[in-house]
């Protein structure tokens, strides 16, 4: 999987926090500063069946949206790269669940394969009828162009209408992720340090961080989980277990919902980790 497999974009009026990498640290001095894992509520299944389920959004209205990447079915070009080969599948969409009812309202949107899924990675509202999603390159974008005519669709932000983190390189070492706070004009600062493997990250309504580690030990190995982080910088294991966890959402009533399995085609689901 590529550096640029996931991306989390967030907007706020003056401050920017974006998940990155630093040098492997000293792996006992990480594990030394891990808070005991601890419960913190109960899990529920509240999707399930989707495509490899990346990140998630409330809209204005209240119902909680999922972006997914797709599926490893080819429809398209392929083109060969010198350490893989790549092919166009538009299988990527966007699942929603409202009242109670999961629906998927969009479709057939930008994706490839390359032994891994990529596709529609993050989605945002702007107001009511305005969505907006990323869709994920993991690929060279000169490459787009041998991917046929859709192929110019990817490492793009598409707009949609509802009614119709970034990962560490390799070798993904545990400990490696930090949180940078970015406001303009001044200095990126640390703002979280000792994760493993961001790929996305949320805020609680006590200013506590939620963010999902995709694994935990390197390349991808491991099982992930979400790890909260309070304005103290006490670290706790709330979710661990999880299958590859790709997104993060605090809802408005401080119940932390989690894209899981989002790797994977037809058995990727959002979780709900009640306050």
Same mark, same amino acid.
């Given at each position: 999987?590529?550096?640029?497999?996931?991306?989390?974009?967030?907007?706020?009026?003056?401050?920017?926090?974006? /998940?990155?990498?630093? +040098? *492997?640290?000293?792996?006992?001095?990480?594990?030394?500063?891990?808070?005991?894992?601890? *419960?913190?509520?109960?899990?529920?299944?509240?999707?399930?069946?989707?495509?490899?389920?990346?990140?998630?959004?409330?809209?204005?209205?209240?119902?909680?949206?999922?972006?997914?990447?797709?599926? *490893?079915?080819?429809?398209?070009?392929?083109?060969?790269?010198?350490?893989?080969?790549?092919?166009?599948?538009?299988?990527?969409?966007?699942?929603?669940?409202?009242?109670?009812?999961?629906?998927?309202?969009?479709?057939?949107?930008?994706?490839?394969?390359?032994?891994?899924?990529?596709?529609?990675?993050?989605? #945002?509202?702007?107001?009511?009828?305005?969505?907006?999603?990323?869709?994920?390159?993991?690929?060279?974008?000169?490459?787009?162009?041998?991917?046929?005519?859709?192929?110019?669709?990817?490492? =793009?932000? @598409?707009?949609?209408?509802?009614?119709?983190?970034?990962?560490?390189? /390799?070798?993904?070492?545990?400990? /490696?992720?930090?949180?940078?706070?970015?406001?303009?004009?001044?200095?990126?600062?640390? &703002?979280?340090?000792?994760?493993?493997?961001?790929? #996305?990250? #949320?805020?609680?309504? +006590?200013?506590?961080? &939620? *963010?999902?580690?995709?694994?935990?030990?390197?390349?991808?190995?491991?099982?992930?989980?979400?790890?909260?982080?309070?304005?103290?910088?006490?670290?706790?294991?709330?979710?661990?277990?999880? =299958?590859?966890?790709?997104?993060?959402?605090?809802?408005?009533?401080?119940?932390?919902?989690?894209?899981?399995?989002?790797?994977?085609?037809? @058995?990727?689901?959002?979780?709900?980790?009640?306050?």
């Amino acid at each position: 999987m590529t550096q640029n497999r996931f991306t989390a974009l967030a907007v706020a009026s003056a401050v920017v926090l974006t /998940a990155c990498a630093t +040098d *492997a640290p000293d792996v006992t001095d990480v594990s030394a500063k891990q808070a005991k894992v601890e *419960a913190s509520g109960s899990v529920t299944t509240v999707m399930r069946g989707l495509n490899a389920p990346r990140g998630l959004a409330f809209g204005p209205e209240g119902a909680l949206s999922v972006a997914e990447a797709g599926t *490893a079915t080819v429809t398209s070009y392929c083109v060969s790269l010198p350490r893989f080969r790549t092919c166009f599948s538009g299988t990527g969409s966007i699942s929603r669940l409202f009242t109670g009812e999961q629906t998927r309202i969009v479709s057939g949107l930008p994706s490839g394969f390359d032994g891994e899924i990529g596709g529609p990675s993050h989605i #945002d509202f702007q107001g009511r009828g305005n969505g907006f999603v990323t869709i994920g390159l993991g690929t060279p974008p000169d490459a787009r162009s041998g991917l046929g005519p859709r192929g110019a669709q990817l490492g =793009t932000l @598409v707009r949609f209408k509802p009614n119709g983190s970034t990962l560490t390189g /390799a070798p993904f070492v545990p400990g /490696a992720a930090r949180i940078f706070r970015v406001v303009e004009g001044s200095t990126p600062t640390v &703002y979280v340090d000792g994760l493993t493997q961001v790929t #996305d990250f #949320d805020f609680g309504r +006590d200013g506590s961080l &939620y *963010a999902t580690q995709y694994g935990s030990f390197p390349f991808f190995n491991g099982p992930g989980s979400v790890v909260k982080v309070t304005t103290a910088g006490v670290k706790t294991t709330v979710l661990g277990g999880l =299958t590859r966890p790709t997104g993060v959402i605090v809802g408005a009533d401080g119940a932390v919902y989690v894209s899981n399995r989002g790797a994977s085609e037809a @058995v990727g689901e959002v979780l709900r980790l009640a306050p």
